[in-house]
Protein backbone atom coordinates (compact mmCIF):
# COMPACT_ATOMS: atom_id res chain seq x y z
CA UNK A 1 0.00 0.00 0.00
CA UNK A 2 1.01 3.16 -0.79
CA UNK A 3 1.51 5.83 2.08
CA UNK A 4 1.24 9.25 0.28
CA UNK A 5 -2.36 8.80 -1.46
CA UNK A 6 -4.23 11.03 -0.13
CA UNK A 7 -5.08 14.85 -0.92
CA UNK A 8 -6.97 17.05 0.90
CA UNK A 9 -9.23 20.35 -1.10
CA UNK A 10 -10.65 22.98 0.37
CA UNK A 11 -12.71 25.82 -0.72
CA UNK A 12 -15.57 27.86 -0.93
CA UNK A 13 -18.74 25.52 -2.50
CA UNK A 14 -22.02 27.25 -3.90
CA UNK A 15 -23.59 23.90 -2.59
CA UNK A 16 -21.56 22.59 0.75
CA UNK A 17 -22.61 19.18 0.22
CA UNK A 18 -21.79 18.65 -3.30
CA UNK A 19 -17.66 18.40 -4.46
CA UNK A 20 -18.90 19.65 -7.71
CA UNK A 21 -19.95 22.90 -6.63
CA UNK A 22 -16.47 24.09 -5.68
CA UNK A 23 -15.69 27.63 -6.40
CA UNK A 24 -12.00 26.80 -8.44
CA UNK A 25 -10.73 30.53 -7.50
CA UNK A 26 -10.81 29.30 -3.85
CA UNK A 27 -9.50 25.64 -4.15
CA UNK A 28 -6.38 25.13 -2.51
CA UNK A 29 -4.99 21.11 -2.07
CA UNK A 30 -3.00 19.89 0.52
CA UNK A 31 -0.97 16.75 0.44
CA UNK A 32 -0.42 13.65 -0.07
CA UNK A 33 -1.06 12.06 2.75
CA UNK A 34 -1.39 8.98 4.04
CA UNK A 35 -5.13 8.59 5.15
CA UNK A 36 -5.07 9.20 8.95
CA UNK A 37 -3.07 12.47 8.24
CA UNK A 38 -5.40 13.50 5.50
CA UNK A 39 -8.58 13.02 7.60
CA UNK A 40 -6.38 15.09 10.22
CA UNK A 41 -5.82 17.83 7.74
CA UNK A 42 -9.41 18.09 7.11
CA UNK A 43 -10.47 18.15 10.29
CA UNK A 44 -8.45 20.88 11.38
CA UNK A 45 -9.45 22.88 8.19
CA UNK A 46 -13.42 22.60 8.88
CA UNK A 47 -12.47 23.29 12.09
CA UNK A 48 -10.81 26.26 11.44
CA UNK A 49 -13.82 27.67 9.23
CA UNK A 50 -16.30 26.50 11.43
CA UNK A 51 -18.97 29.54 10.98
CA UNK A 52 -18.44 29.69 7.32
CA UNK A 53 -21.25 27.01 6.13
CA UNK A 54 -19.93 27.20 2.19
CA UNK A 55 -16.37 26.40 2.87
CA UNK A 56 -15.52 22.84 3.11
CA UNK A 57 -12.50 20.21 3.33
CA UNK A 58 -12.89 16.69 1.09
CA UNK A 59 -10.74 14.27 1.62
CA UNK A 60 -9.90 12.30 -1.65
CA UNK A 61 -8.33 9.37 -2.59
CA UNK A 62 -5.60 10.07 -5.62
CA UNK A 63 -5.91 6.92 -6.92
CA UNK A 64 -9.79 7.08 -7.53
CA UNK A 65 -10.78 8.77 -10.76
CA UNK A 66 -13.15 11.19 -9.76
CA UNK A 67 -16.14 10.60 -12.92
CA UNK A 68 -20.16 10.03 -12.98
CA UNK A 69 -19.61 6.15 -14.34
CA UNK A 70 -21.07 4.00 -12.15
CA UNK A 71 -18.67 0.42 -11.35
CA UNK A 72 -21.56 -1.95 -11.11
CA UNK A 73 -23.69 -0.83 -14.54
CA UNK A 74 -21.17 1.63 -16.32
CA UNK A 75 -23.59 4.06 -16.79
CA UNK A 76 -22.96 7.65 -16.45
CA UNK A 77 -25.11 9.51 -13.52
CA UNK A 78 -24.59 12.31 -11.30
CA UNK A 79 -25.38 10.82 -8.22
CA UNK A 80 -22.08 8.46 -8.75
CA UNK A 81 -19.62 11.09 -7.23
CA UNK A 82 -21.62 12.08 -4.64
CA UNK A 83 -21.58 8.44 -3.34
CA UNK A 84 -17.71 8.49 -3.93
CA UNK A 85 -17.42 11.63 -1.66
CA UNK A 86 -19.90 10.79 0.84
CA UNK A 87 -20.21 6.82 1.07
CA UNK A 88 -16.19 5.90 -0.58
CA UNK A 89 -18.45 3.60 -3.08
CA UNK A 90 -18.53 4.33 -7.01
CA UNK A 91 -22.03 3.39 -7.48
CA UNK A 92 -25.31 5.30 -8.33
CA UNK A 93 -28.05 5.48 -6.28
CA UNK A 94 -30.10 3.03 -8.81
CA UNK A 95 -27.19 0.05 -8.12
CA UNK A 96 -27.41 0.74 -4.33
CA UNK A 97 -31.40 0.58 -4.12
CA UNK A 98 -30.74 -2.55 -5.74
CA UNK A 99 -28.05 -4.10 -3.42
CA UNK A 100 -30.08 -3.18 -0.84
CA UNK A 101 -33.19 -4.68 -1.80
CA UNK A 102 -31.31 -8.07 -3.00
CA UNK A 103 -27.98 -8.23 -1.27
CA UNK A 104 -25.61 -11.16 -2.58
Not at 25 to 46: D, F, Q, T
Request: glycine share 2%; proline share 3%.
Amino acid sequence: MKRDEFIVVEGIHKNPNDINTLDEKSKIEHGPYNKIEAEKVAKGLIQKNIDNFYHRAWVINQDIELNNICEECKKEDESVKQNLIMHSYKICNSCNLAKTIFPL
